[in-house]
C-alpha cells in the first residue's frame, strides 16, 4: 500500500511540473475509490491472517484460499468491467449486465470474508453488518466513478483507470 501512495505523490509532483497546477480530484472519485480500496485491504487482510494461522495442509487455509480465489477473480473482473464501461462510456447506473457482474463480485467478497471470519468469530458472523453492506457500497462506489470519469478530462480518465488498476487483489500466494 506504500507504494501506492508513494506513486501518487510522483504522478502529482511530476504532473504539477510537467502541466502546472493540477486540477483537483472530484470528491466522489475519491469517495468511490476509497471504497472499492477498502473492500479490497479487508479481504487481503483477512486471506493474511488465515495464512499465518493455518497449515497449508488445513482444510480451513484449503477453502480461504479457493473462495479467496473466486472472489479476486469475480471482483478484478468487475473493475475490468468498470475500466471497460468508462472507456466505452456505457451508462452502468442502470446496466443489467453490469449490476449482475457487480453481484457476483459482492457475493464472492461476503463468502470469502464471511468464512475467513467465521474461522475466528464463529457466533457473531451471521449478524456482521459490513457483509450485508459490501454491494450497497461498491455499487455506489462504481456510480461514483463512472459519473465523475464522464466528467474528466483526457489526462484524468487515464489516471482514474491505472487507479483502478491498482486495486486489483493480490494473488493469495503474494499476501
Same mark, same amino acid.
Given at each position: 500500500?506504500?507504494?501506492?501512495?508513494?506513486?501518487?505523490?510522483?504522478?502529482?509532483?511530476?504532473?504539477?511540473?510537467?502541466?502546472?497546477?493540477?486540477?483537483?480530484?472530484?470528491?466522489?472519485?475519491?469517495?468511490?475509490?476509497?471504497?472499492?480500496?477498502?473492500?479490497?485491504?479487508?479481504?487481503?487482510?483477512?486471506?493474511?491472517?488465515?495464512?499465518?494461522?493455518?497449515?497449508?495442509?488445513?482444510?480451513?487455509?484449503?477453502?480461504?484460499?479457493?473462495?479467496?480465489?473466486?472472489?479476486?477473480?469475480?471482483?478484478?473482473?468487475?473493475?475490468?468491467?468498470?475500466?471497460?464501461?468508462?472507456?466505452?462510456?456505457?451508462?452502468?447506473?442502470?446496466?443489467?449486465?453490469?449490476?449482475?457482474?457487480?453481484?457476483? !463480485?459482492?457475493? *464472492?467478497?461476503?463468502?470469502?470474508? &464471511?468464512? @475467513?471470519? %467465521?474461522?475466528?468469530?464463529?457466533?457473531?458472523? =451471521?449478524? +456482521?453488518?459490513?457483509?450485508?453492506?459490501?454491494?450497497?457500497?461498491?455499487?455506489? !462506489?462504481?456510480? *461514483?466513478?463512472?459519473?465523475?470519469? &464522464?466528467? @474528466?478530462? %483526457?489526462?484524468?480518465?487515464?489516471?482514474?483507470? =491505472?487507479? +483502478?488498476?491498482?486495486?486489483?487483489?493480490?494473488?493469495?500466494?503474494?499476501?
Amino acid at each position: 500500500m506504500m507504494n501506492f501512495y508513494w506513486f501518487k505523490i510522483m504522478v502529482l509532483v511530476l504532473s504539477f511540473i510537467l502541466f502546472g497546477c493540477p486540477r483537483p480530484v472530484p470528491p466522489d472519485i475519491s469517495d468511490g475509490i476509497q471504497k472499492i480500496a477498502e473492500a479490497k485491504s479487508k479481504c487481503e487482510q483477512w486471506a493474511s491472517k488465515v495464512k499465518k494461522d493455518f497449515g497449508k495442509d488445513t482444510k480451513e487455509y484449503q477453502k480461504t484460499n479457493e473462495l479467496y480465489i473466486n472472489a479476486k477473480a469475480a471482483f478484478d473482473g468487475w473493475i475490468v468491467r468498470l475500466q471497460f464501461d468508462l472507456t466505452a462510456d456505457t451508462d452502468i447506473t442502470n446496466s443489467n449486465s453490469y449490476n449482475k457482474v457487480l453481484e457476483e !463480485a459482492s457475493e *464472492k467478497s461476503s463468502a470469502f470474508v &464471511r468464512y @475467513a471470519t %467465521e474461522l475466528y468469530q464463529p457466533s457473531t458472523t =451471521k449478524s +456482521l453488518p459490513f457483509i450485508v453492506g459490501v454491494l450497497p457500497s461498491l455499487s455506489d !462506489a462504481g456510480i *461514483k466513478v463512472w459519473q465523475e470519469y &464522464r466528467k @474528466a478530462k %483526457e489526462e484524468q480518465r487515464k489516471e482514474i483507470k =491505472k487507479d +483502478l488498476d491498482n486495486l486489483k487483489w493480490k494473488a493469495f500466494d503474494e499476501i
